[in-house]
């Protein structure tokens, strides 16, 4: 019911910078919590970046002050913009929604994000 639809993955070099987009399909986006994972390789998958409804922001430390959530109802929406980009911060990026009455989750297709040194 809820289609996720992700861009802005590619290929980097180290210190540079990459913004992520999701579209959501429904417009229950409003309403709803969202989040960027990522999955690297070999390790699972950790939550980056999440943004409430209302539009609190949490973050993972290892990424505390280089990336930035955020979220345009408007456009059913949310972004990752990721600065400073390390080696580290390579993985497969999976935007997520929660539903607001369900509580499930809805995930996109993933992008690669790739940091080269």
């Known amino acids: 019911q809820v289609q996720l639809v992700e861009s802005g993955g590619g290929l980097v070099q180290a210190g540079g910078s990459l913004r992520l987009s999701c579209a959501a399909s429904r417009s229950i986006f409003s309403i709803s919590a969202m989040g960027w994972y990522r999955q690297a390789p070999g390790k699972q998958r950790e939550l980056v970046a999440g943004i409430a409804a209302g539009g609190s922001t949490n973050y993972a430390d290892s990424v505390k002050g280089r990336f930035t959530i955020s979220r345009d109802n408007g456009e059913n929406t949310v972004y990752l913009q990721m600065n400073s980009l390390q080696v580290e911060d390579t993985a497969v990026y999976y935007c997520?929604?929660?539903?607001?009455?369900?509580?499930?989750?809805?995930w996109g297709k993933g992008t690669l994000v790739t940091v080269s040194s």
């Open positions: 997520n929604l929660k539903g607001p009455v369900s509580g499930r989750d809805y």
